[in-house]
């Protein structure tokens, strides 16, 4: 008679399980609270007890820690001196292993979890007896998931799983413990502080499939962090699946949108990059001041609001074609605008949302890891030259520093009057960056200020700058060169204020 060990948290589907087996003649051992669940529905059950010859103890700490388990787990079947070791011991083998985890994922996202109650639900014997099983996978069906339940019963029916479908459901054992464990050491290690240490393993949760990648011929999945939701949490409420470009771009446009607390609107969003922002006292004002921006580069983009859409919003944003409108709510009037653009993804973003600590970058053959780019500037704006900016520039700076800060590097921004005019994103020279800004502008440029997310390496683009207008220019200085800046700077009537912080975003 073959022997199914089933210990369980997670009793989803045992008892339709533990039956199946029955009838396909396993013996059933279990422990604690499945063992329970097994015998109350009428079913004759070893307890583990039984088996060992060893009491639970520890208040169930120790329950499956013996060698009568493992022993008939690990065992291998071809091997001769395997099996008469195991009748010289009395120890009979374990054809099957069913098993779940404590709930240590839900218990720390309670709300005033403790160190001492997080502790308490870390599993031990369960990751011991999937490691075993998952290791002895040819000899040993291994099941971690309850949703494989049935696809086990059904290949007992045709002489048991293949070894190729024993070997994937050993991955997934493996998956599945080196996941809990993950979520165990980076919760502990936050309890400590510690995040850049020594390794590091990240547990990802598969979210869906997505139709393809940033090609068709790429494939690509969504994955979320374990107690995090992609996007900080939205419902997408219309529109078709959302793509992995898609995404991409929603995250630099939700990035860009926490640094402002007014009504904003940023457009755009192409390779991560917005293609104007706007401020206003209202969302239809913000809305122009971003449109009026760039109204060409915003075909089959994204619109993004920190704000409510309304119905007079959503008649404009109806006739540009858009990828995703992203806010936090929209009226019902809204809804019934958009709703006959039904390829338009809508997003509603949850309000209350934790930032990642970390950010992550592939390279072939390994990963960068930093932390996220969360201050604006380290100390107070540093005035480095002899005129001083007007308040209504001061304003215009930091709105101008705060947008350079998530464009690719190298980047300048052009704005006036809370309104994006020219962005520069991307080149490999700042001059250039400097020149694409001015040239997208196409209006009188002055007036208006400029923000670098780097120093100036010559003074030219100050120069540039200047004979095109630009009353103020924010950078963060440090340059070998700053002196030839700000004498041009000088000479031209310019203010410059440093910041001491830069903020490339490759």
Known sequence: MKTALLS????????????????????????????????????????????????????????????SVHAGILARRDLTSHMSKLVDLGIDTLDLVAVNLYPFKETISKENCTLDEAIENIDIGGPAMLRSAAKNYSSVIVIADPADYELVARELDNGGPSQEQRLRLSAKAFRHTAAYDSLISSYLSQKCNEDLTESMTLSLEKVQDLRYGE?????????????????????????????????????AALELLREFSGETVIIGLKHANPCGVGVGKTLSEAWFKAYECDPVSIFGGIVATNSVVDEEVAIELKGVFLEIIIAYEFTEAALQVLASKKNLRLLRLKRESKRDRLDFKAIPGGMVVQERDMLLMKDEMKLVTKIEPG???????????????????????????????????????????????????????????LASDAFFPFADCVESAAKAGISAIIQPGGSIRDADSIEMANRYGISMLFTGMRHFNH
């Open 215 to 251: 090609n068709p011929h790429q494939r690509a999945a969504l994955y979320r962090f374990p107690l995090r939701e992609p996007l900080g949490g939205y419902d997408q409420i219309q529109g078709k699946e959302l793509s992995f470009n898609n995404l991409t771009d929603a995250g």
């Open 391 to 449: 308040i209504a520039e001061i304003d215009d700076l930091l709105f101008a520093w705060k947008i350079v800060k998530h464009v690719k590097s190298n980047a300048v921004v052009i704005a006036k009057d809370l309104r994006t005019l020219g962005i520069g994103p991307g080149q490999t020279n700042r001059i250039w960056a400097l020149e694409n800004a001015i040239r997208q502008s196409k209006t009188d440029l002055r007036g208006a200020v």
């Open 8 to 67: 369980v948290w997670n009793k989803e589907g045992i008892i339709k399980f533990a039956r199946q087996l029955q009838d396909r003649g396993f013996r059933i051992v279990s422990s604690g609270g499945t063992e329970k669940v097994l015998k109350e529905s009428g079913m004759e059950v070893t307890g583990i007890s039984d088996l060992t010859g060893f009491p639970e103890c520890l208040d169930g700490r120790v329950k499956t820690l013996h060698p």
